[in-house]
């Protein structure tokens, strides 16, 4: 049986069953379109690049205008990231029994009343059939497209919010917008729990918790008695004046809705405690620049835990260990003593505010601040570097941007570490093949405000003698029976520059010396 398609489709964003699955995604939920995977659905890959390989993904296929200017051909040359990211879908019109209309004489009917020709696709309000010999299905509307959410927002997750640029009747001020409203909110409990940071270093409120939040205002000017507007009625609700003796200041309530994406590049830091302390890398603060961290804290991220984090693959509290821990219930912290910040327990994004020196109202500089994203652990990127050449980051790190800080683990050095007069980062040189899966791993840092250095990069190095034999220089030599025969056809080095022999292939007894 034939059965012709006519289906005509309006791209539209897919909400089926959003509702539930937001229900098990933790928030804030935050839409990012550079991180879509590359495309790799197709076996020969996609027509990303000319190059088959690079990026990954790619089958070398992307058309070059050179080659359709003398093929003849006008198509229009491939715009970026084209192919490179695909969401994949798959479904069939869902239709019940009552839905389905049979009719005689290859005719579909507009509600069963008015004939029309089959061949064109009118919108309708049920999906009919026609006759035993030819069904033809008429599609009203469908939509397709990557699912995401979308909603107006007010502040990006660490802007500064402004005081705001009416009056509270909603008129566009006509003077200086901070010498008509006070810096500082109103509130009875130091801002507390407040979903925003008022920061009484910088005289700024930052957004600091994704969601809606209420900011109530206070306008600079007071009232007297006499003069207070009568029967004003807050539009954001209660409070809406503050009585300070024979002054009364108005109060004005506004709504925002902050976003979980951040305001500016966030910065990582991993769980450094427990069985997390090896690949976990402490965040060092130079105290000599800076005097002190503020970390605010939001519902999503909270300063303590009710219970410490337990490893469910971790058996040697149940091995007859007898000691007694105190326990760390501690999300992110900064150990003045040490000079570190430390974070464990959980995962989620946080406000770092850095501060400088101490004013005379015990306020301090502002310095900056950073937006953190905390991360159980880091997930390593493996790279192959050949014997003799410099280590690496991963991709897409660059070498003049990120900081080498290798894991210490002990046992055979891999590396060679060279500090180059006046650079402010030492080079690392592959010297010894690893062995196993995690031999040599490195931390690539990335420099912040006031010169911290946050992990950006983790990478897992295989290093290995060259696969090229061009990358080696020969030395051909006759048979030696004894070392003063080896002697006879040493290679004479000179005085000012002689080289120690890092590491040979280990065998029965050192080849070479």
């Known amino acids: 049986m034939q059965i012709p398609w006519k289906i005509p489709l309006a791209l539209g964003g897919l909400l089926a069953g959003l509702s539930t699955a937001l229900a098990a995604i933790p928030l804030p939920l935050e839409f990012r379109q550079n991180a879509t995977t590359y495309n790799l659905q197709s076996q020969r890959g996609v027509p990303i690049s000319i190059t088959k390989g690079t990026p990954p993904g790619s089958d070398g296929r992307s058309p070059k205008q050179a080659d359709q200017e003398a093929d003849g051909l006008t198509v229009n040359p491939p715009t970026t990231n084209q192919f490179r990211g695909l969401a994949s879908f798959g479904a069939i019109p869902g239709l019940v029994q009552s839905d389905w209309m049979a009719v005689s004489n290859s005719t579909v009917l507009h509600n069963g009343t008015t004939p029309f020709n089959g061949e064109v696709a009118q919108e309708m309000r049920l999906p009919l059939a026609m006759s035993n010999d030819v069904v033809a299905i008429v599609l009203r509307r469908g939509q397709i497209a990557a699912p995401y959410l979308s909603r107006q927002i007010s502040f990006k997750f660490g802007a500064i919010v402004e005081v705001p640029e009416t009056d509270e009747s909603g008129q566009l001020l006509t003077v200086v917008k901070e010498t008509y409203w006070l810096a500082e909110p109103y509130t009875t409990n130091k801002h507390d729990k407040a979903g925003y940071y008022w920061s009484p270093n910088a005289r700024k409120v930052f957004a600091v918790q994704a969601g809606p939040v209420f900011v109530a205002w206070k306008k600079a000017e007071p009232y007297t008695a006499p003069t207070k507007p009568a029967g004003y009625e807050n539009p954001g609700g209660p409070p809406s004046f503050e009585t300070n003796g024979a002054s009364i200041y108005l109060l004005y309530t506004m709504r925002y809705v902050v976003s979980g994406s951040p305001v500016k590049q966030p910065r990582k830091i991993y769980w450094t405690e427990r069985g997390f302390q090896n690949l976990g890398k402490p965040v060092s603060v130079p105290t000599a620049r800076v005097g002190n961290i503020q970390i605010v804290y939001n519902e999503a991220f909270p300063r303590t835990v009710d219970e410490e984090y337990s490893d469910p693959s971790d058996t040697s509290a149940t091995e007859g260990s007898s000691s007694q821990t105190l326990e760390e219930k501690r999300t992110l912290w900064y150990d003045k003593q040490q000079g570190n910040l430390h974070a464990y327990?959980?995962?989620?994004?946080?406000?770092?505010e850095l501060l400088g020196d101490t004013r005379s109202d015990e306020s301090r500089v502002h310095l900056g601040f950073e937006i953190v994203d905390v991360f159980k652990q880091?997930?390593?990127?493996?790279?192959?570097?050949d014997l003799g050449e410099r280590i690496m980051p991963p991709p897409p790190g660059e070498v003049t941007d990120l900081f080498p800080e290798p894991i210490q683990q002990g046992g055979n050095s891999f590396t060679y570490q060279r500090q180059v007069a006046g650079a402010d980062r030492p080079e690392y040189y592959a010297t010894r093949e690893t062995v196993n899966l995690n031999d040599y791993l490195m931390h690539w840092m990335e420099q912040g405000v006031e010169g911290l250095k946050w992990p950006a990069l983790f990478g897992r190095y295989k290093l290995a003698?060259?696969?090229?034999?061009?990358?080696?220089?020969?030395?051909?030599?006759?048979p030696a029976a004894t070392e003063n025969e080896a002697k006879q056809t040493a290679v004479a080095l000179a005085t000012l520059n002689v080289p120690t022999i890092e590491y040979q292939d280990p065998m029965d007894r050192p080849r070479a010396k």
């Not at 003698?465 to 006759?478: I, L, M, Q």
């Open 345 to 352: 327990n959980k995962e989620g994004r946080v406000f770092v």
């Open 378 to 385: 880091p997930t390593p990127a493996d790279v192959t570097i």
């Open 465 to 478: 003698w060259p696969t090229d034999v061009a990358r080696y220089s020969h030395y051909v030599r006759p």
